[in-house]
C-alpha cells in the first residue's frame, strides 16, 4: 500500500477541488495514483466543486444565530446560485452549522487574505521572538515562524478552521463537500459575531463548551 501523505492529499486536492478527507480516501482507495484518485473523486461526483469556482453566486440567505439568552449573536450571509438551493433544506442546514460554529470558534477574519499585513507583521516578530528565546538556530526560524503563522491562520481564519462538529474537516472542507453534494457554488461571503459585553473586563466563560452542548442537543 502506497503512503498517502498530506502533499499528496494537498495536490489532489487542488487538482479536483474535492475536500480533504475526500481526496485522502480516493488516495487510499487507489493506492495513491493521482490519475485513478482523480477519476474516482469525478465518479463519486465530489471533483464538480472545482468547476463551479468562477460561476456567480447572488442568491442565499441571511442567517441570524443567537446562544445563550442573548450573549452572543451571529449574522452570517451565505451565498449559492439559485433561489431553489437557497430554500432547501441541505443549504440552509449548511448555513446553521457554520453560525454555530462561529459563535462557538470566535474566528476573526473569514479567510487568510482578509488578515491585514500589518497584524501578521506583528506575529511574525512575535513568533520570531519566541524561537529565539527558546534558543533555536537562525538558519531554521525563518522556516519555523511561517510554520506557526499557519497554526495561527488555523485559529483565527474561519475557512481554515476546524469545524467544531467534526473536526477532520475545516470550514472550507465543509463549503466543498456541500457544493458537490448540492451542485452549485457556495460562498461563504461575510460574518459578524457579537459578545454581549466584549472589552468589558468580565469573568470568562467557555463559550465554546456552551455552544457544543447546545449543537448536541
Keep these: 500500500m502506497a503512503e498517502i501523505t498530506a502533499a499528496l492529499v494537498k495536490e489532489l486536492r487542488e487538482r479536483t477541488g474535492a475536500g480533504m478527507m475526500d481526496c485522502k480516501k480516493a ?11 482523480s477519476d474516482f473523486l469525478r465518479e463519486k461526483g465530489l471533483a464538480a466543486a472545482a468547476k463551479k469556482a468562477g460561476r456567480v ?10 446562544h445563550g439568552g442573548g450573549r452572543i449573536g451571529v449574522l452570517l450571509e451565505v451565498n449559492c446560485e439559485t433561489d431553489f438551493v ?7 442546514l449548511l448555513v446553521k452549522d457554520v453560525a454555530m460554529h462561529i459563535a462557538a470558534a470566535n474566528p476573526q477574519y473569514l479567510n487568510k487574505e482578509e488578515v491585514p499585513e500589518d497584524i501578521l507583521q506583528h506575529e511574525r516578530d512575535i513568533l520570531k521572538a519566541q524561537a529565539l528565546n527558546e534558543g533555536k538556530p537562525e538558519k531554521i526560524i525563518e522556516k519555523m515562524v511561517e510554520g506557526r503563522i499557519e497554526k495561527y ?14 473536526p477532520d474537516k475545516t470550514i472550507s472542507d465543509l ?3 456541500k457544493t458537490a453534494k448540492i451542485g452549485e457554488r457556495i460562498v461563504i461571503r461575510r460574518f459578524t459575531r457579537y ?3 466584549a472589552g468589558i473586563e ?3 466563560e467557555d463559550f465554546a463548551s456552551e455552544v457544543m ?3 448536541n442537543r
Design 202 to 204: 468580565k469573568r470568562q
Design 57 to 66: 453566486a447572488a442568491e442565499g440567505t441571511v442567517e441570524s444565530y443567537i
Design 195 to 197: 459578545e454581549l459585553g
Design 175 to 177: 463549503v466543498l463537500d
Design 153 to 166: 491562520y488555523k485559529e483565527v481564519c474561519l475557512m481554515e478552521q476546524a469545524f467544531v462538529k467534526d
Design 27 to 37: 488516495l487510499t482507495e487507489c493506492n495513491g495514483d493521482m490519475d485513478k484518485a
Design 213 to 215: 452542548k447546545e449543537i
Design 86 to 92: 437557497a430554500r432547501g433544506e441541505e443549504f440552509k
